[in-house]
C-alpha cells in the first residue's frame, strides 16, 4: 500500500482538522500556558515540521516569552542497527532556571522526544515539558511529561500546517490524511 498526497479535488474530504480547529485549540494552548509559566516561557522548536505551530503558538502567548530551534541527526551505518541520536541544531537560548516548554508536531513513541528531554535536562531548566500539536497514545512507548497536546490523533498519515509528505504539503492550512492506494 502505498500513500499520496490529496488532489485538489479531493482536499476538502481528507481534512482532518481544519486551520480554525488549529487557532482554536492553539488559543486555548497559549491562555493554559499563560496561567501555567506567569513569569515567562521558552519554546524549543523541534524540526522544520513544528514551525508553524511553534510560531503561531507563541503569538497566543502573552506572558514573557522567546522561542529557539533544534534538531537532531541520525547516523546508522546499516539497515540492521538501531540509528545513533545527535544534535544536529542545538538551542542557543540559555535554558538553565528557565521554564522550557519542547515544541513537536507529533509524538509518536516517545523515543526522539525522550533523547531530546535527557539532553536538555541535563542544562538544568526550572521546568521541562513537551507540548505537541498532535499525539497518538496508542503509539506512545515511553512515559514522557505531556503538558500540552493540540489534538490526540490515530495511525493516520497526516500532512499540512508545516508537515510534510515527500516534501510536499507543508504549506496546507489545515492537517489532511494521505490518500492510501493499493
Known amino acids: 500500500m502505498t500513500r499520496r498526497i490529496p488532489t485538489a479535488e479531493e482536499y476538502e474530504k481528507q481534512v482532518r482538522y481544519t486551520k480554525r480547529e488549529i487557532d482554536e485549540r492553539l488559543a486555548a494552548m497559549g491562555q493554559e500556558i499563560d496561567r501555567d509559566f506567569p513569569d ?10 513544528a514551525a508553524v ?9 502573552t506572558v514573557p516569552a522567546d522561542i529557539d530551534f533544534l534538531s ?5 551505518m546499516d539497515e540492521s542497527e ?12 540559555n535554558i538553565f532556571r528557565r521554564n522550557i516548554l519542547l515544541c513537536t508536531d507529533i509524538v509518536r513513541t516517545g523515543f526522539t522526544m525522550h ?11 526550572d521546568s521541562l515539558q513537551i507540548c505537541t500539536l498532535l499525539h497518538n497514545p496508542d503509539q506512545q512507548l515511553l512515559p514522557l511529561p505531556m503538558g500540552y497536546i493540540g489534538f490526540d490523533t490515530s495511525y493516520a498519515s497526516l500532512c499540512g500546517y508545516g508537515m510534510h509528505f515527500k516534501g510536499q504539503g507543508r504549506q496546507f492550512p489545515d492537517i489532511v490524511e494521505l490518500i492510501k492506494e493499493e
Open 40 to 49: 515567562g516561557v521558552i519554546l524549543l522548536i523541534y524540526l522544520r515540521a
Open 82 to 93: 538501531t540509528p545513533l541520536l545527535f544534535l544536529r541544531q542545538d538551542a542557543t537560548v
Open 115 to 125: 533523547f531530546l528531554l535527557q539532553q536538555l535536562q541535563a542544562r538544568k531548566p
Open 53 to 61: 505551530f511553534g510560531c503561531d503558538l507563541l503569538r497566543k502567548i
Open 72 to 76: 537532531i541527526g541520525r547516523y546508522q
